[in-house]
């Protein structure tokens, strides 16, 4: 058979993000002997990605609009460097089509699907449409727009109630409204119409069956340009609080190798059927019944990826990097659909908010760093001690991913490492996860997507650890500190002889030790 697609070496990558996520990739290109470029805004300059990466560009002031997003800007800037390739990380340039085209008319790789695929997946109605003519399960209902109060009335009954109105232009819950009975929709038609008008200058609604307390289960894959494309297995995303993540895993507690192996076939069709290369992921609601609907997918790198990486090995950075050059997926991806995760992986995402004000963003600087490590800890962090957390971006500063062979381990594993996290200067969401470590629902991985929110606001989550008292052993150490030396000190200046105490002799010892550097 001929090949047609050209091998092309990638020797510079030009990383248009910032954060956790542009020190990831920066990672990555080292270890391929790659050179790494990376933009920054002004808030920026003094970053970690500036302070890692091989070479670092200037590239506007705190907005993203003016910095972060300058596609055009972007791309010339890589053309003038000589990086072969962009990598667009996640947020920002990530899912836009027509900066993927930019790049393609400028003989740059996007490190990503093509703009095609893009476009095909960002419109929730026509991938809808699309899913369904690939045989992908999509939750029943109709794609079409509901012109009327009486074309919803009557797919509301085809359909049967509880249903969901969704905005056809939507994304991300906006304009998303469940109908529990007839009395409720009139209402709900019309609010949905004005909120979709308002939020996405589309007014056009459809219907869904509603699905009841789901879970959030995603798949990744991974395509090559020559047409070949594979499932690397689920990650559980269930825990997030208003539409944001707040905890994922891999494997999911509930995914039985069946299911597993139907997920995945799923979600291969799904990306198939756009000629998908690159790293993506499908998003599915797993009914409690055990059906599964894909919502939509996600064509790029992920911020969960790393808890796919712990249990399947492989590296999807250094993947990504090999297919856009043109190489075919691996040997490691022979049986890669067969095999079943290895040990259990949890990442919990470090934000910038205090969870007991609300989740209200907590700027500033890091005044106390100390991150956990040891076996089976991987922080992936875009922040140092003496970082500014400033205001003008996404709120999470690190990631915290454990690993250990099963789920019971992981949690116990995690709970270690947050004793090990210290971070001052600044709230974070840290206190939110000791809480859901004591907490027997998640203990137990009796999850679903609407948990959260529904503890949260039930005041069920309470930090099981004063903060104050992780400051116990110090205190005790700087106490026994002072009794040493104000017993090597003369004694009290009432004349009483100095007391000896357990600790004299060790203060002597100290002291000796001490003297010999002088
Ligand atoms: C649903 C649903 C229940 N039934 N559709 C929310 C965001 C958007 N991408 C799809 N969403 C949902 N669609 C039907 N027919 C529940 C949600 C949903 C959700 C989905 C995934 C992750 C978190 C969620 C939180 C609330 C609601």
Redesign the pocket.
């Known amino acids: 058979m001929t090949d047609i697609v050209p091998r092309r070496r990638i020797r510079k990558v030009l990383i248009a993000n910032r954060g956790e996520i542009a020190v990831r990739i920066l990672r990555g290109l080292r270890e391929m002997g790659i050179r790494s470029a990376v933009v920054y805004s002004e808030p920026d300059r003094l970053g970690l990605p500036v302070l890692l990466a091989d070479e670092a560009y200037p590239i506007g002031p705190a907005p993203s609009r003016e910095s972060y997003l300058r596609g055009k800007a972007i791309v010339q800037l890589a053309t003038e460097i000589g990086a072969d390739a962009i990598h667009p990380g996640y947020g920002f340039l990530s899912e836009r089509a027509g900066f993927a085209r930019l790049c393609r008319d400028a003989g740059v790789t996007f490190i990503g699907p093509s703009p095609e695929a893009i476009d095909a997946m960002g419109s929730k109605v026509e991938s809808r449409r699309l899913m369904i003519a690939a045989g992908v399960p999509v939750?029943p209902?109709g794609q079409d727009p509901l012109p009327d109060l009486d074309a919803a009335r009557i797919a509301a009954e085809a359909i049967g109630y509880p249903?969901?109105l969704?905005a056809a232009a939507?994304?991300?819950?906006k304009g998303?409204r469940?109908i529990p009975s007839v009395a409720e929709l009139a209402g709900s038609y019309r609010a949905a119409r004005s909120e979709a008008a308002a939020s996405f200058g589309d007014d056009s609604v459809y219907l869904?069956?509603?699905?009841?307390e789901?879970r959030?289960v995603e798949i990744q894959v991974m395509g090559d340009l020559h047409g070949r494309v594979v499932s690397l297995g689920e990650r559980e995303?269930?825990l997030?609080r208003r539409?944001q993540k707040v905890v994922e895993e891999a494997p999911s507690p509930v995914v039985t190798p069946e299911l597993r192996r139907r997920m995945g076939e799923a979600a291969v069709k799904a990306a198939a059927a756009v000629g998908y290369s690159n790293a993506g992921t499908c998003?599915f609601?797993l009914a409690r019944d055990g059906n599964f609907?894909f919502?939509?997918m996600n064509t790029r790198l992920q911020v969960e990826h790393p808890v796919t990486e712990l249990v399947t090995g492989i590296d999807l950075v250094h993947t990504q990097i090999r297919v856009a050059e043109g190489e075919p997926l691996g040997a490691e991806f022979d049986n890669v659909q067969n095999l079943q995760p290895r040990g259990h992986a949890i990442e919990v995402r470090l934000y910038a908010e205090d969870p007991f004000q609300h989740f209200a963003p907590s700027p500033g600087r890091i005044e106390i760093l100390r991150w956990p490590d040891g076996p089976g800890v991987r922080v992936d962090s875009g922040v140092y001690e003496g970082s500014e957390i400033s205001i003008h971006y996404d709120p999470m500063v690190a990631k915290l991913i454990v690993w250990a062979a099963d789920r019971e381990k992981a949690l116990d594993r995690l709970e270690r490492a947050l004793a090990e996290l210290r971070v001052e200067g600044i709230r974070t969401t840290a206190p939110l996860f000791r809480a859901l470590l004591a907490d027997p629902d998640f203990r137990s991985g009796n999850l679903d997507?609407?948990m959260l929110d529904r503890k949260l606001a039930a005041g069920e989550l309470k930090a099981p650890i004063d903060d104050a008292l992780e400051d116990l052993p110090l205190i005790a150490a700087a106490l026994a500190h002072h009794e040493r030396a104000y017993q090597t000190a003369a004694g009290p200046s009432d004349g009483t002889p100095a007391r000896r105490s357990r600790w004299a002799g060790t203060a002597r010892y100290e002291a000796r030790r001490n003297a010999s550097w002088t």
Request: hydrophobic share 35%; proline share 3%.
């Open positions: 939750v209902g249903v969901m969704k939507g994304g991300g819950g998303m469940m869904e069956k509603y699905v009841v789901p959030h995303c269930s997030q539409h998003e609601l609907y919502l939509e997507i609407g």
